[in-house]
């Protein structure tokens, strides 16, 4: 689903603060966020808008098709008593990459969650989350090859961003979350999407914001570009299992 500057519902006050003291947004109208990459990726990297299918989790971006999304039950652990509990929450789910008619990336991933709870009952009725920390773990493998297995390792202790490394035993990738969107200097709220880094350059990002678009550098190796492909569908599938 897009998100709009003065047109979404969890952050409409944010929204609202922003448009009432824009003038160029109430003489333009609102408009569609996209996260912001730097301008070296733009000028040298294929740019892949995501086509997401209405009836399921796929999707298709450049010559990647995504099919044969698997959502595991998610399985929640709590611990505790009426007011406080500790709350453990977990999913797995794999997908398949496909590039032309050669190549099939198999890939599998497992998200947690834990988080502390604070429960208020009386006149008014609040929960609070005193702590939470996110993971992802993904292992991808073009043709079942183990020889050039990947593997994807992210973590997020709230209210820091989420960050981790992309790797096999050549060659390894940052990755970091940003809350920084196009014409802004202010990071946003909310996620806006990742980039993928190697020795301080930035070679590939996602957008999660809108229906999301992918960034990959030109220059990379095809089996890099398709590595950070499927890194960046299983963020996108992650978000999605984060946001309900």
């Known amino acids: 689903m897009k998100k709009?500057?003065?047109n979404n519902k969890i952050h409409s006050i944010f929204f609202l603060l922003f448009c009432t003291t824009s003038i160029s947004t109430i003489t333009s109208g609102c408009r569609m966020l996209r996260m912001a990459v730097p301008s070296s990726?733009?000028?040298?990297?294929?740019?892949?808008?995501?086509k997401r299918s209405i009836w399921?989790?796929?999707?298709?971006?450049?010559a990647y098709r995504v099919r044969d999304v698997q959502m595991g039950w998610t399985e929640t652990h709590r611990v505790g008593g009426w007011i406080a509990k500790h709350v453990a929450s977990s999913q797995r789910f794999r997908f398949s990459l496909q590039k032309g008619n050669d190549v099939v990336w198999e890939n599998k991933c497992l998200v947690t969650r834990d988080k502390d709870v604070i429960k208020f009952r009386?006149?008014?009725?609040?929960?609070?989350?005193?702590?939470?920390?996110?993971?992802?773990?993904?292992?991808?493998?073009?043709n079942?090859?183990?020889a050039f297995f990947w593997e994807l390792d992210l973590y997020q202790d709230y209210p820091q961003p989420a960050q981790g490394r992309l790797h096999n035993n050549d060659t390894r990738f940052g990755?970091?979350?940003?809350?920084?969107?196009?014409?802004?200097?202010?990071p946003i709220f909310w996620l806006a999407g990742y980039t993928f880094d190697s020795q301080g350059r930035v070679l590939g990002a996602v957008d999660a914001l809108t229906e999301g678009v992918v960034?990959?550098?030109?220059?990379?190796p095809p089996?890099?570009?398709?590595?950070?492909?499927?890194?960046?569908?299983?963020?996108?599938?992650?978000?999605?299992l984060f946001s309900h």
């Open 4 to 6: 709009f500057r003065c």
């Open 41 to 50: 990726l733009q000028s040298q990297s294929l740019t892949l808008p995501i």
């Open 56 to 62: 399921n989790n796929e999707m298709d971006f450049g």
């Open 122 to 142: 009386g006149p008014i009725r609040l929960k609070l989350t005193t702590q939470q920390k996110d993971s992802l773990h993904c292992a991808f493998s073009p």
């Open 144 to 146: 079942q090859d183990s």
């Open 175 to 186: 990755v970091k979350a940003s809350h920084r969107v196009q014409d802004s200097e202010q």
């Open 215 to 220: 960034w990959l550098d030109r220059g990379l």
């Open 223 to 240: 089996q890099q570009q398709d590595a950070l492909a499927s890194t960046s569908v299983a963020l996108l599938l992650q978000q999605k």
